[in-house]
């Protein structure tokens, strides 16, 4: 079992930038790959990025250069650092726990959400 808790979420204007912490509990997380979605309003769910449980990373096409996923698995923590943000990067942001070590399963596990809002 894997509880997640998401954090650093806020209101930004365009161009700035957040960090978005998730805190992991459990013992899985050094095995389990990471994930950050998002979820805008009227809008499907959308894989942000990815890293595996070595430390590999992958991202959305919107999203490369701007964004950065790492881990500490020493803090059971998953950041995505998130800069020259865009109103179109306004969402719920949700990070999620994967049974697979390189993020080819269900990602089972996942936080409550936290609201990022760039305006512009």
Same mark, same amino acid.
Do not use: H
């Given at each position: @079992? ?17 960090? %978005? ?10 095995? /389990? ?5 998002? @979820? ?17 990373? #992958?991202?959305?096409? /919107? ?12 803090? #059971?923590?998953?950041? %995505?650092?998130?800069?020259? %943000? ?17 993020? /080819? ?9 936290? @609201? ?5």
């Amino acid at each position: @079992q894997v509880q997640l808790v998401e954090s650093g979420g806020g209101l930004v204007q365009a161009g700035g930038s957040l960090r %978005l912490s998730c805190a992991a509990s459990g013992r899985t997380f050094r095995s /389990s790959a990471m994930g950050w979605f998002r @979820q805008a309003p009227g809008k499907e769910r959308e894989l942000v990025a990815v890293i595996t449980s070595g430390g590999s990373t #992958n991202y959305a096409d /919107s999203v490369k250069g701007r964004f950065t996923i790492s881990r500490d698995n020493a803090k #059971n923590t998953v950041y %995505l650092q998130m800069n020259s %943000l865009k109103p179109e990067d306004t969402a719920v942001y949700f990070c999620a726990a994967n049974i697979n070590p390189l993020g /080819s399963g269900e990602y089972k596990y996942w936080g409550q959400g936290t @609201q990022v809002t760039v305006s512009s």
